[in-house]
């Protein structure tokens, strides 16, 4: 069960979805279809920000996992919970690197200053997916992309796009 409202990306930055996956497959095949729509887009001014939000275990990992590999990433995505922030190489021409960053622990957008996050953000370039980006949200350009993903039951989450 799906319900689009309206779709447009990222230059406009326009894309409310509300979706319900039954499976891991649905959640991964969510991921790949937001994927193939941002590099469809000429980039814009800055990096395409991706805003990830749920409780622990909602499927914000494997929501990155599977973007990550509809750009050609073929390395082993994981959550980037230690070291903060993980880079990686695209296979898209207009889109270098893939930013993951897990701000979980962080206190505030201030620790990410020493990563060189400015300079991360306004490439344009660059894709940025933010874990818990409620946590950092001063640093969030004000055209971004969230994904909010709900538990509903074990094996069914309530994923909104906006």
Same mark, same amino acid.
Do not use: C
């Given at each position: 069960?799906?319900? %689009?409202?309206?779709? !447009?990306?990222?230059?406009?930055?326009?894309?409310?979805?509300? /979706?319900?996956?039954?499976?891991? @497959?649905?959640?991964?095949?969510?991921?790949?279809?937001? &994927?193939?729509?941002? $590099?469809?887009?000429?980039?814009?001014?800055?990096?395409? %920000? +991706? &805003?990830?939000?749920?409780?622990?275990?909602?499927?914000?990992?494997? #929501?990155?996992? @599977?973007? &990550?590999?509809?750009?050609?990433? !073929?390395?082993? +995505?994981?959550?980037? /919970?230690?070291?903060?922030?993980?880079?990686?190489?695209? =296979?898209?021409?207009? #889109?270098?690197?893939? #930013? !993951?960053?897990?701000?979980?622990?962080? =206190?505030?957008?201030?620790?990410?200053?020493?990563?060189?996050?400015?300079?991360?953000?306004?490439?344009?370039?660059?894709?940025?997916?933010?874990?818990?980006?409620?946590? %950092?949200?001063?640093?969030?350009?004000?055209?971004? $992309?969230?994904?909010?993903?709900? !538990?509903?039951?074990?094996?069914?989450?309530? *994923?909104? *796009?906006?």
């Amino acid at each position: 069960m799906s319900q %689009v409202v309206a779709q !447009h990306l990222p230059n406009g930055y326009h894309f409310d979805m509300i /979706t319900v996956s039954t499976d891991l @497959a649905q959640t991964k095949k969510i991921a790949a279809d937001l &994927a193939q729509k941002v $590099i469809q887009q000429k980039p814009g001014r800055g990096a395409v %920000v +991706i &805003a990830l939000e749920g409780e622990l275990g909602a499927g914000k990992t494997v #929501f990155a996992k @599977a973007f &990550a590999k509809a750009l050609g990433i !073929h390395e082993t +995505i994981t959550s980037p /919970t230690f070291v903060i922030l993980k880079r990686y190489k695209t =296979k898209d021409s207009q #889109f270098t690197y893939l #930013f !993951h960053i897990d701000a979980y622990r962080l =206190k505030d957008y201030r620790e990410l200053e020493s990563l060189g996050i400015k300079d991360i953000l306004s490439d344009r370039s660059n894709i940025v997916l933010i874990e818990w980006a409620e946590q %950092v949200g001063e640093i969030l350009p004000p055209k971004h $992309i969230t994904i909010h993903i709900d !538990h509903v039951d074990q094996r069914t989450r309530k *994923i909104q *796009i906006t």
